[in-house]
């Protein structure tokens, strides 16, 4: 019932294990012969892809781990300078505050 959801497609075909021959053999595992290679290419095409889909993804995170860490960093920045601002707002509205009870005539009575 699955393939009528899901129609057929080469890609997906599943490769026989049996006869599986790695290109990039060690000096003690003996090289294949054609009949092998033959099967081996399909699986390798596909490993080649699955890798090349890897590199993607771990090249997605590490941006999206530089792009979290400049954030971040923004975001200090950005927190230090609001609290600064709050300083000097506070401290301007206390001086502002004082110069104007100091110089209205009848708030100070003498």
Not at 49 to 55: A, D, G, S, T, V
Not at 67 to 74: H, L, M, N, Q, R
């Amino acid at each position: 019932m699955p393939n009528s959801v899901y129609p057929y497609h080469p890609s997906h075909a599943k490769p026989a294990l049996t006869n599986v021959c790695l290109t990039r053999s060690a000096g003690n595992i003996p090289s294949c012969d054609d009949s092998y290679s033959s099967n081996a290419q399909p699986l390798q095409r596909e490993l080649n892809l699955i890798l090349k889909e890897i590199r993607v993804i771990t090249d997605k995170i590490k941006d999206d781990e530089e792009s979290a860490s400049i954030e971040a960093d923004w975001k200090f920045a950005a927190m230090v300078l609001d609290r600064l601002c709050l300083v000097f707002f506070t401290v301007f509205t206390i001086i502002a505050t004082l110069a104007v009870l100091a110089a209205a005539p009848h708030v100070i009575v003498k």
